[in-house]
């Protein structure tokens, strides 16, 4: 058997007792819910396990930025060395692009004019020597027609005339072989030494002579267009 109150504020009063009194149960058991379960302090440490060998920890000798890297340098390409070319075997024309840049070599043109300097004062000199050997020999021509004309002659007998023409020819032969040739191949060598050490094609001893003439004249137009 139930009473009611007839007292509103009494039963209000009830009313918010009740509720409490329910809350604070429903408190209570969630409590007890929640220690009945082990929490994550309690479980024991498990290492973490890697799903895959990409995603294992670096090595050591992988890349680490705590450490100075060293900047690999590609290997060196291969270049073939370039064939030395034999100037002394080349023909004319091969050597004129040769010759075209030497002429734009202060330097050489320089001291091709020196040497050409030093050959004409040989040709001078030797033309010289063969000049004052014919005005000799001109002078003895003289003198025996002198003689002759003293002794009654009109002029030389032919048999004078050859002597004196023999005996010059024979000093110009002798000349010519002991002298001029001498010391114009001496010349010459000392030419093609030094040519050659400049670099210039066809030069050096046991070179083609016809060649080098060529060369040659090829130079000298050049020292005279300079």
Do not use: C
């Amino acid at each position: 058997m139930s009473f009611t109150s007839s007292d509103p504020i009494a039963s209000l009063l009830e009313t918010l007792r009740r509720a409490q009194d329910g809350a604070a149960a429903s408190s209570s058991s969630s409590r007890q819910a929640s220690s009945s379960q082990p929490t994550s302090s309690s479980q024991p440490y498990q290492p973490y396990q890697y799903p895959s060998s990409s995603s294992a920890p670096p090595a050591d000798d992988e890349y680490d930025p705590a450490q100075p890297q060293l900047r690999q340098q590609p290997p060196p390409s291969y270049r073939a060395p370039k064939a030395k070319v034999d100037l002394k075997a080349l023909s004319f024309p091969q050597s004129l692009p040769y010759l075209a840049q030497l002429a734009e070599d202060p330097e050489f043109i320089s001291k091709l004019n020196q040497m050409k300097d030093e050959q004409d004062r040989l040709e001078k000199s030797l033309w010289k020597e063969r000049e004052a050997m014919i005005k000799e020999s001109k002078s003895n021509v003289e003198k025996a027609k002198s003689v002759a004309l003293v002794s009654g002659q009109k002029d030389l007998s032919p048999f004078e005339k050859k002597a004196l023409v023999s005996k010059l020819e024979q000093q110009l032969q002798r000349f010519h072989t002991s002298r001029l040739l001498p010391q114009w191949d001496a010349l010459l060598r000392k030419q093609q030494v030094a040519l050659e050490a400049l670099g210039v094609p066809t030069m050096g001893a046991g070179g083609d002579r016809d060649r080098q003439r060529r060369v040659v004249a090829a130079l000298e137009g050049m020292v005279g267009e300079d």
